[in-house]
């Protein structure tokens, strides 16, 4: 079993900044890869940004040069820090694990982002 706890989110202006944090508890020795997703009202959740146990990223075209993800694997902790923050990207941010030898995903509760224009 994996637990994820998202935080970070907020109101931002249009421009702005923010950083998200997602920390893993619990079997966090399994996981291959953590991920971003984002879920606007009304639109599908959509894949945000994803990196492997390795480091290898992965970005939607929409955010690229925008957010960046890390990982610190001495806190157990995913960040996606937002840049250039835009209208568009507010939405319910959520956390997830992938534990490929389980073939199972973890999900946490998620963070609102709430980005002004």
């Known amino acids: 079993q994996v637990q994820l706890v998202e935080s970070g989110g907020g109101l931002v202006q249009a421009g702005g900044s923010l950083r998200l944090s997602c920390a893993a508890s619990?079997?966090?020795?399994?996981?291959?890869?953590m991920a971003w997703y984002r879920q606007a009202p009304g639109k599908h959740r959509e894949l945000v940004a994803s990196i492997t146990r390795d480091g290898v990223t992965n970005y939607a075209d929409s955010v690229k040069g925008r957010f960046t993800i890390s990982r610190d694997n001495t806190k157990n902790t995913v960040y996606l820090q937002m840049n250039s923050l835009k209208p568009e990207d507010t939405a319910a941010y959520y956390c997830?694990?992938?534990?490929?030898?389980?073939?199972?995903?973890?999900w946490g509760k998620g963070t609102l982002v709430t980005v002004s224009s």
């Open positions: 997830k694990a992938t534990v490929l030898n389980y073939g199972m995903d973890y």
């Open positions: 619990g079997s966090i020795f399994s996981i291959n890869v």
